[in-house]
């Protein structure tokens, strides 16, 4: 008995190893230059997890980049919006690195979310910590790779028609 439930247990960990296909992508303005729409949105409807990388250049002239795990994903009329999960005080320092606001005064600290979608729009919100006022407001475009986790395979629902 043993040894059938530990062949189970491997079995299940070997399937289901991730593996991350690009399925569309944006450059710094906005422009498709990979993918298309509605596969994204088929992979999505399906059940694919997905991830997105964004990047540009940062405050400091410094190019930066992140990859965000969305903790939802909605659409409306022709857009993908891929919602980044909460973080808290972070800011880029001077090498353009995410760090933490380093700050004594319990006011200064602050909540954020942010929005990004398939033109390469992203959107951040920044909220007192307690969040009961909105702090900052930031949109800027940025170049995007929206990656989908093809480990299984694709069902029949189409995005596509």
Request: proline residues 2%; charged residues 20%; glycine residues 6%.
């Amino acid at each position: 008995m043993r040894k059938s439930v530990f062949f189970i247990m491997m079995a299940c960990s070997l399937s289901t190893q991730a593996d991350w296909h690009k399925a569309y992508e944006t450059d710094n303005s906005g422009n498709v230059i990979y993918g298309e729409l509605c596969i994204l949105k088929t992979y999505i409807e399906n059940g694919y997890d997905v991830k997105v990388n964004i990047s540009g250049n940062g405050p400091h002239n410094n190019y930066w980049s992140a990859s965000i795990y969305p903790s939802s994903i909605s659409f409306k009329e022709n857009y993908v919006y891929a919602k980044a999960a909460p973080g808290i005080s972070e800011k880029y320092n001077e090498q353009g690195l995410v760090d933490f606001q380093n700050t004594s005064n319990a006011a200064d600290m602050y909540k954020s979310e942010s929005i990004i979608d398939s033109s390469g729009r992203v959107v951040t919100q920044r909220y007192s910590l307690n969040g009961d006022r909105l702090r900052e407001k930031t949109i800027f475009v940025a170049a995007t790779k929206w990656f989908v986790d093809t480990a299984s395979p694709l069902l029949s629902k189409s995005a596509c028609q």
